[in-house]
Nanobody, 128 residues
Framework: QVQLVESGGGLVQAGGSLSVSCAAS????????VGWFRQAPGKERELVAR????????HYADSVKGRFTISRDNAKRTVHLQMNSLKTEDTAVYYC?????????????????????WGQGTQVTVSS
């Protein structure tokens, strides 16, 4: 039902910054959680950051902790991922995903199964 659309991807040099956004469409948007995943060529998809919608509590993968920041804007129904000090290994397609349906509420939020709505992805390329 809810549609998620990512934007803001592009090419950036190592050490630089980039922000990607995820906009939700629908009559209302009140998810349990929203996460940012990424998938690099030849690698599995991994969760890099997530936010609990009601509280704003955030969690980060060790690989991005201290460099990435996830935030939400309830009024705009948008989630952002600010990426600083980018490294070449951050190159990937970045996806946002939301856990909305009740069946996902009590699933481990670190698992993909905890998210039922997914965006199409946006490419982030970090050059050396």
């Amino acid at each position: 039902q809810v549609q998620l659309v990512e934007s803001g991807g592009g090419l950036v040099q190592a050490g630089g910054s980039l922000s990607v956004s995820c906009a939700a469409s629908g009559r209302t948007f009140s998810p349990r959680r929203v996460g940012w995943f990424r998938q690099a060529p030849g690698k599995e998809r991994e969760l890099v950051a997530r936010i609990v919608w009601s509280s704003g509590r955030t969690h980060y993968a060790d690989s991005v902790k201290g460099r990435f920041t996830i935030s939400r804007d309830n009024a705009k129904r948008t989630v952002h991922l600010q990426m600083n000090s980018l490294k070449t290994e951050d190159t990937a397609v970045y996806y946002c995903a939301a856990g909305i349906l009740q069946r996902t509420w009590y699933i481990d939020p670190g698992r993909e199964q905890a998210y039922d709505s997914w965006g199409q992805g946006t490419q982030v390329t970090v050059s050396s």
